[in-house]
């Protein structure tokens, strides 16, 4: 019942879906400069921002970029579906056997139990006309197919031939895009850059029906494989797994880390758990050898047969495919998610007196401002630092070239607590992560001073916000 009471609210999105579309561009995350369509070409050549009678800014190439980033980051498979669908079959396991594909299928019920996001204003009129009609099956997997179809599903594309599922791709939003829920759980408008820390990818790649090709690559079986992949849980990816091959920490436990936003992230040099690179490589990096696109990549970092064996076997560390359908996405890409804005708090989540206090020892008392600062809250230039410093095992930086963890920006940090903090997510609160620098850097703060960090913590969206209020 309470199923067919959730989609039954897909009626009332499809109603609101052409206004949601509308004013998608005023009011949503994506991209927050107008477009280039009314700009003049003299006005556009000139390089100089367009001045509104507003008073607002224009950069017309900027936003060109940004718009078309936006698409990339939404709609690009880099040709992995070559990968995700021709070699892994995964659109097989998600039709099922009763559609021609192998296993149960993947009914819309588990592919939302699996953290897969679904826009609501994508959902297609048939689909919500049978959820009105309370018919709409939602343990059937031809309504994934009809989800697919319309390109609701948020971050995987699918093939089709007429109505055949044939292959499938993923893209950028498939972990960094979430929804705001607004019409059921995992259900309504897309919130780019926002972590998925529901998604259950390492389940979701166990599904495939030929693992094999995985499986040789790091020598073990299918079975220890999808052992491994399921053990992932929601919210985690390891992204060096397929270059090491040190898919298990000293402690036994998988060595995934969690998903990070995608927000926020102007003015920050490194952008990773444990550096590696700027946006453009780690982008590269991602799209060719964890999306398995088509393209180029170059690190001869990682041509290093003790530390990264595998890339070294591969060859991977120099790829250079015949077709390159990454490489002219890079700059586009790259300013759209320079274009992502860390959310602000919503009204009443924190205690703004509390807050207040917690700035003053943020930056005095509690010298969080010594690594974190005001107003990126990161560190200008090379913000890394090493396990000692700390007060961690250095497991995961050792994984990097450069063996060290960056320092990430703590804009929106609201919005990602699911999970827990740290890469690995090894502090639930962050109260455990206040706790743990509390007894490392021996500051001495009371419950109440931990309670006033706290909420400062819990206040902090993005600092151009300020500035315009």
């Not at 003049?40 to 008073?55: D, H, K």
């Not at 950028?172 to 820390?197: E, M, Q």
């Not at 700059?331 to 959310?343: E, F, G």
């Not at 497991?395 to 890469?423: C, I, N």
Request: charge should be negative; proline fraction near 6%.
């Amino acid at each position: 019942m309470r199923r067919r009471i959730g989609w039954a609210l897909l009626m009332a999105a499809m109603m609101a879906a052409a206004a949601f579309v509308a004013c998608s561009e005023e009011e949503g995350d994506a991209v927050r400069v107008d477009g280039p369509s009314d700009v003049a070409p003299a006005e556009q050549a000139s390089g100089e921002p367009v001045l509104l009678p507003n008073g607002a800014g224009r950069f017309p190439y900027l936003t060109a970029l940004a718009r078309e980033g936006q698409r990339i980051f939404r709609d690009d498979t880099f040709k992995s579906e070559t990968f995700w669908g021709d070699v892994l079959r995964l659109h097989d396991a998600i039709k099922g056997r009763a559609l021609g594909g192998v296993g149960a299928g993947l009914s819309p019920a588990e592919a939302l139990a699996l953290g897969i996001k679904v826009d609501v204003t994508a959902v297609p009129p048939d689909v919500a006309a049978a959820a009105q009609a309370g018919t709409l099956d939602l343990d059937d997997p031809k309504n994934t197919l009809a989800l697919l179809k319309a390109d609701a599903v948020i971050g995987i594309k699918g093939v089709f031939e007429g109505n055949d599922l044939v292959g499938v791709g993923i893209t950028c939003a498939i972990c960094h895009a979430t929804t705001d829920d607004s019409f059921a759980a995992g259900i309504g408008r897309p919130l780019d850059g926002w972590a998925n820390r529901d998604l259950d990818i390492g389940t979701i790649i166990s599904l495939a029906p030929n693992l094999q090709v995985v499986a040789d690559r790091l020598g073990v079986d299918v079975a220890t494989l999808r052992t491994v992949l399921q053990g992932w849980g929601p919210g985690k990816f390891d992204a060096q797994v397929l270059h090491d091959g040190r898919a298990l920490r000293p402690d036994g436990k998988p060595a995934a880390t969690l998903i990070p936003p995608a927000f926020g992230m102007a003015g920050q040099n490194l952008h990773t758990w444990t550096g590696w690179g700027s946006i453009p490589y780690w982008n590269a990096y991602v799209a060719n050898t964890q999306m398995r696109g088509l393209g180029t990549f170059y690190d001869p970092r990682l041509n290093d047969p003790e530390k990264y064996p595998i890339a070294v076997a591969t060859g991977e560390w120099n790829k250079r495919d015949d077709e390159d359908a990454i490489t002219s996405k890079l700059a586009p890409l790259h300013i759209y998610q320079l274009s992502l804005a860390a959310p602000s708090p919503p009204a009443g989540s924190f205690d703004p007196k509390a807050a207040m206090r917690g700035s003053r020892l943020f930056n005095g008392r509690a010298r969080c401002a010594t690594c974190h600062v005001p107003p990126l809250y990161t560190e200008p230039g090379w913000a890394m630092h090493t396990a000692e410093e700390m007060g961690i095992d250095d497991f995961q930086a050792s994984r990097s070239p450069d063996e060290r963890y960056a320092t990430r920006r703590l804009g929106g940090l609201w919005s990602h607590q699911k999970g827990g903090f740290y890469h690995d997510g090894r502090f639930a609160t962050l109260r455990e992560v206040i706790d743990h620098y509390d007894e490392l850097l021996d500051l001495g703060l009371s419950e109440g001073d931990k309670a006033d960090l706290e909420q400062f913590l819990l206040s902090l969206g993005d600092p151009l916000e300020k500035k315009k209020k």
